[in-house]
T-cell receptor, first 114, second 116 residues
Framework: DTGVSQDPRHKITKRGQNVTFRCDPI?????LYWYRQTLGQGPEFLTY????????KSRLLSDRFSAERPKGSFSTLEIQRTEQGDSAMYLC????????????FGPGTRLTVL | DQQVKQNSPSLSVQEGRISILNCDYT??????FLWYKKYPAEGPTFLIS?????DKNEDGRFTVFLNKSAKHLSLHIVPSQPGDSAVYFC???????????????FGQGTILTVHP
């Protein structure tokens, strides 16, 4: 049983650089979600996809953030011109309908912007 | 605007006793609720969920209670074990037909420590 995987697990970058993260969902799951978690807080919703369609974006997702899910499989989250405030854990989750199954999370990508 | 609140940052319990974690919400549109456990350097792990049409759901040592009139839910762990020590998050979903299929709104988390 392969769970949600994320790559890289850790990323350190300098302010102003672009970074890209990848998420591979559980294979039969058609919905994919991105969340961001900062220290002492719960995860905050960023965006989600159903297959390749991006259905909702949080206002937290500034113009510097873009997410894609080509062909409805893996997804990428890109942050352009990183800022120190972007330092956080970026979490990916996937789920499957029908049923009331939960969202299953990957291990996350820890981003540190220097 | 914190729509899901976990007012206790931490809880300490003796092994074998009951752990009760609490969560309050303000958005009356929430119709599906979940509890997740998180260890350091890992993503959240799903524990148990409940739809708003129910007031109780059990799974082994874990029971979730939902009081819709009070907009309150709780997670009971009986008996508590040292391996249960982790951060626990409650989460809620709205507008997805009583499923977690939509986006989740999380509380801030409660650190549970179970002492041997």
């Amino acid at each position: 049983d392969t769970g949600v995987s994320q790559d890289p697990r850790h990323k350190i970058t300098k302010r102003g650089q672009n970074v890209t993260f990848r998420c591979d969902p559980i294979s039969e799951h058609n919905r994919l979600y991105w969340y961001r978690q900062t220290l002492g807080q719960g995860p905050e919703f960023l965006t989600y996809f159903q297959n390749e369609a991006q259905l909702e974006k949080s206002r937290l997702l500034s113009d510097r953030f873009s997410a894609e899910r080509p062909k409805g499989s893996f997804s990428t989250l890109e942050i352009q011109r990183t800022e120190q405030g972007d330092s956080a854990m970026y979490l990916c989750a996937s789920s499957y309908r029908p049923g009331t199954g939960a969202q299953f999370f990957g291990p996350g990508t820890r981003l540190t912007v220097l | 605007d914190q729509q899901v609140k976990q007012n206790s940052p931490s809880l300490s319990v003796q092994e074998g006793r009951i752990s009760i974690l609490n969560c309050d919400y303000t958005n009356s549109m929430f119709d599906y609720f979940l509890w997740y456990k998180k260890y350091p350097a890992e993503g959240p792990t799903f524990l148990i969920s409940i739809s708003s049409i129910k007031d109780k759901n059990e799974d082994g040592r874990f029971t979730v209670f939902l009081n819709k009139s009070a907009k309150h839910l709780s997670l009971h762990i009986v008996p508590s074990q040292p391996g249960d020590s982790a951060v626990y998050f409650c989460a809620a979903s709205a507008g997805a037909g009583g499923t977690s299929y939509g986006k989740l709104t999380f509380g801030q988390g409660t650190i549970l420590t179970v002492h041997p």
